[in-house]
């Protein structure tokens, strides 16, 4: 998709293939991101240090990220630069060099990152969290994977991933600015003309999020705890997920004016921070929150959390609520486009959820047509404190852990 601006001389353009490191193989999670870490460290005739010199020199930027559901790049550049662009794209998604060097080197890189991680109270629990959703669902391993799986990619690995995985059949593109229509398809060719035609076929299962609500303790001897708290969500094609978005926009979602922080926060003081969102991935959703607070105030965040959650299930939002969250979703739509990356990475967005190519005309109608029944059914239907998984690292009182994980595992 393409949407032409001439204003400025800069076109920028997003791009994602839906293969994402959920397609890791066992025993080398991290794969997807290690090859987007790479693929930009020398391609062609070109290695690492005169590869990103060129796109230095010509004020480019090129990278490259991977999810659990896609591999995607960003590209921007001057208008008068753009072929030399869309060529050093061609050169990174086609003909990557994986030079040994650069592997070791951008190898060694996310192993620092790892090990760091492994010692942040906030990573620990993210982890741990998506482990006692997920069980052994590709979902639960890290994106970046662990420092054994990193430890065993191979060079054919690194090159088996981009054959199979970036192909021109699940390509999605969004492209704003100053091009038109017609000297944006050579330049698409030239990039993406020489992939595969198809990627190779995966099979990644929808996940069953647990519903135990568990409440697991991950021992650490600091100050202050760590929460992430969570339960089975709506999926972004469900026809209510308007109404759940809504819904928690209320809870935990519209930061300082949520009922969240206004009861833990606000009125108690118990925490620096707390928060809920909607994480609908492709095969999987959860409803999701957060909150940090000194290890004395664990137990009472807690209770105040599963007690807005089953409060919100009972009697959902009142009409002034609804009311102020319609204003401020609608509102606020148009800070997502104040600049042409962002527009055209919402064009992919809207593409790779299936949303259609008139949804940015529909949103907002969709938003405000939610009624108070639509909110309070979905509540009912989705909210379940009972559910709620907790995850505390830290050392917390006044709380009952069904789990208690210590240094030792």
């Known amino acids: 998709w393409l949407v032409e601006d001439p204003s400025l001389p800069i076109v920028s353009a997003n791009f994602l293939f839906p293969s994402g490191a959920a397609t890791d193989p066992d025993g080398k999670a991290g794969l997807a991101n290690m090859v987007a870490s ?39 550049t001057l208008s008068r630069n753009r072929d030399e662009a869309f060529d050093m794209l061609r050169l990174a998604v086609t003909q990557p060099r994986f030079d040994p060097d650069a ?7 996310i192993q620092a990152g790892l090990a760091a991680r492994i010692k942040n109270p906030g990573r620990i629990a993210q982890q741990t969290f998506r ?12 994106v970046s994977g662990t420092t054994e799986s990193v430890a065993a990619i191979t060079e054919t690995d690194l090159r088996r991933f981009v054959t199979r995985r970036l192909a021109r059949n699940e390509l999605i593109i969004g492209v704003v ?18 992939l595969p035609e198809r ?23 600091n100050p202050q705890s760590q929460v992430i708290f969570g339960q089975p969500g709506i999926y972004r094609d469900d026809p209510d997920y308007y109404a759940a978005t809504i819904l928690n ?36 959703a959860l409803w999701v929150g957060g909150a940090g607070t000194e290890n004395a105030a664990v137990g009472q965040s807690i209770d105040l959390i599963r007690g807005q959650w089953a409060h919100a299930q009972e009697f959902a939002i009142s009409q002034e609520e609804l009311d102020a969250a319609k204003a401020n979703l609608i509102g606020s739509f148009g800070l997502r486009f104040d600049n042409t990356a ?31 029944e639509d909110v309070q059914r979905v509540a009912k239907k989705i909210l ?7 995850v505390v690292v830290g050392k917390p009182e006044g709380v009952a852990a069904t789990r208690t994980i210590t240094d030792g595992g």
């Open 38 to 76: 790479l693929v930009d460290e020398g391609a062609g005739d070109l290695d690492s240090q005169a590869f990103q010199g060129r796109l230095l020199n010509q004020s480019i930027t090129l990278t490259f990220s991977a999810s659990h559901d896609s591999f995607s790049g960003r590209l921007k």
């Open 103 to 109: 592997v070791e080197r951008i190898r060694a890189q």
């Open 131 to 142: 482990e006692s959703m997920y069980g052994d669902h590709p979902y639960s391993r890290p």
């Open 177 to 194: 600015g100053d091009v038109t229509v017609a000297e944006l398809g050579p330049l698409l060719d030239t990039a993406f003309g020489d």
């Open 199 to 221: 990627a190779e076929a995966f099979n990644i299962p929808r996940a069953k999020p647990s519903t135990a609500g568990e409440l697991i303790v991950v021992e650490r001897d």
């Open 249 to 284: 926009h209320v809870l935990g979602g519209s930061g300082f004016t949520s009922r969240l922080y206004d009861e833990v926060r606000e009125k108690r003081g118990l925490a620096y921070s707390v928060f809920s969102y909607l994480l609908p991935l492709q095969r999987a």
């Open 342 to 372: 962002a527009i055209a990475g919402t064009l992919v967005g809207v593409q790779f959820r299936d949303l259609g190519i008139d949804f940015l005309n529909r949103r907002n109608n969709l938003i405000e047509a939610v009624t108070l």
């Open 384 to 390: 379940d404190p009972a559910a709620l998984t907790v």
